[in-house]
């Protein structure tokens, strides 16, 4: 019986990370007298520090989403209403983090307040506060909030998610199915994860610590309470918990909120370099020991890689330090920093080792859905657009009896120009219609084998 006493004892002491010598071991106090000292491990102590500074978020606002069959343009005169997608309120449920208890700052997942028009974030004894968005980064998946009025705030302390290791104790926090703040444990399952199809830049932290629906936007923890990612995903049938979870890594929220604190924006650092996964066979026939890293395809010309001297065929080991397994996680790097910084790169080429430092470009939004080109311009509310393969941006959809509709964009059709200046891409487009903002501007428009120019107000 003291035997297993003694073995129940020491399960639970690995339970939460500590490591014993064998003579340790062998003293470890009794269950009876942990249970009669107060002395039970446990994680309650941790988390009475952590839980302050994890939030549940309250959403409403209303969507645009498409009608079930869309009348025929020539038709849209007689029922003009049919032509629209109809907006619809919706309400939903998620988590945050306070990072910053001065400013009444607050991270959480980008979907949960997209498009939402009230934002209300409940602290865990109870009180309610009115929240807006300074600022997001669908691509990351993350956004920041600021409360409207709010005291006696408690920041949650970050870590360092470059430090973890697979194995290491996992803490997950947030308000599942809306039930309210709730807990539960794991350990780091993968590093690095990506390729799962849920956001643009991918570098997941994979937890076996129980994920569901509302715990979109909060905390894992390491078991200091320090922030080691903010969730995001799960994978599992019909959205529940089967113990295959992603959070994004603390350090990539880090310069993600710091750019939009910063400068209120987000925007990407671009190497100018396409390429793949090194495997096995790839890594032996360039004659290289290992098989984690980026893999080069190709350098664009006139690039941040192409002035730096990167060439096809070299393996990308490194940023700053730091060792790449992927080129998933070399795209998520370089992403989070902001355009001009210098990044040192490991490179392997021809048998050698050897570093290079990397001025970062400006990264150019290659497309732009129907539902962010009024961003662009008003005029533009219904179109998709994307950068065109031979210069210019190529219109890639219209919807019906909308504004670019009734501008005159038809599908297929490429902007080439602004006035005279010469559109080389969105970028270059964006730029041209903020310089021109408030003037009349006409856009000369490529259609077929004819061009014509229409007037933009």
Do not use: C, W
Request: net charge negative; glycine share 10%.
């Amino acid at each position: 019986m003291k035997k297993t006493l003694k073995l129940t004892v020491v399960a639970s002491l690995f339970a939460l990370g500590l490591s014993l010598q064998p003579q340790a071991i062998a003293a470890a106090p009794m269950l009876p007298e942990l249970v009669s000292s107060g002395q039970l491990p446990s994680l309650s102590p941790m988390l009475k520090q952590v839980l302050p500074s994890v939030v549940n978020i309250q959403v409403k606002g209303k969507k645009t989403v498409n009608q079930g069959f869309q009348l025929p343009e020539e038709f849209l005169f007689m029922f003009p209403q049919l032509g629209r997608q109809q907006p619809q309120e919706f309400k939903a449920l998620g988590s945050g983090v306070i990072i910053d208890a001065h400013e009444g700052l607050v991270v959480t997942n980008y979907h949960v307040i997209d498009s939402a028009d009230d934002i209300k974030v409940s602290t865990s004894d109870g009180r309610q506060f009115d929240a807006e968005k300074i600022g997001g980064d669908e691509h990351t998946d993350l956004a920041l909030l600021k409360l409207k009025e709010y005291d006696r705030l408690q920041a949650i302390s970050l870590a360092n998610s470059d430090e973890l290791e697979v194995g290491d104790f996992a803490v997950a926090i947030g308000n599942p199915f809306g039930l309210g703040q709730t807990v539960t444990s794991g350990i780091i399952s993968a590093l690095g994860r990506s390729g799962l199809n849920i956001e643009n830049i991918e570098n997941f932290i994979q937890t076996d610590a129980a994920i569901n629906s509302g715990n979109s936007g909060g905390a894992l923890i390491n078991l200091k309470g320090e922030l080691i990612g903010i969730n995001t995903a799960i994978l599992g049938p019909n959205g529940g918990n089967i113990g295959i979870g992603f959070a994004i890594p603390v350090n990539m929220v880090k310069k993600i909120t710091d750019q939009i604190v910063n400068y209120g924006e987000v925007k990407r650092g671009m190497l100018g370099v396409t390429g793949s996964e090194l495997n096995a066979d790839l890594a032996s026939s360039f004659g290289y020991s290992q098989n984690s890293g980026a893999f080069v395809n190709e350098v664009m010309k006139d690039s941040a890689a192409d002035k730096a001297g990167i060439k096809s065929g070299d393996i990308i080991t490194s940023v700053n330090g730091k060792q790449i397994k992927s080129f998933a996680q070399l795209r998520a790097e370089i992403a989070t920093q902001r355009p001009g910084s210098n990044v040192t790169l490991g490179i392997f080429r021809d048998g050698q080792e050897s570093t290079l430092t990397v001025q970062l470009d400006e990264s150019a939004k290659t497309i732009i859905s129907a539902d962010e080109s009024s961003d662009l311009s008003p005029a533009f509310e219904g179109a998709s657009l994307a950068n065109n393969d031979d210069g210019g941006v190529l219109i890639t959809e219209v919807a019906g009896n909308s504004m670019a509709a009734r501008l005159g964009l038809k599908k297929d059709d490429v902007i080439t120009a602004v006035n005279r200046s010469k559109v080389k891409d969105l970028h270059d487009l964006r730029k041209m219609l903020q310089k021109s903002k408030g003037k009349v501007s006409a856009l000369r428009i490529k259609r077929g084998n004819s061009e014509l120019y229409l007037t933009l107000r």
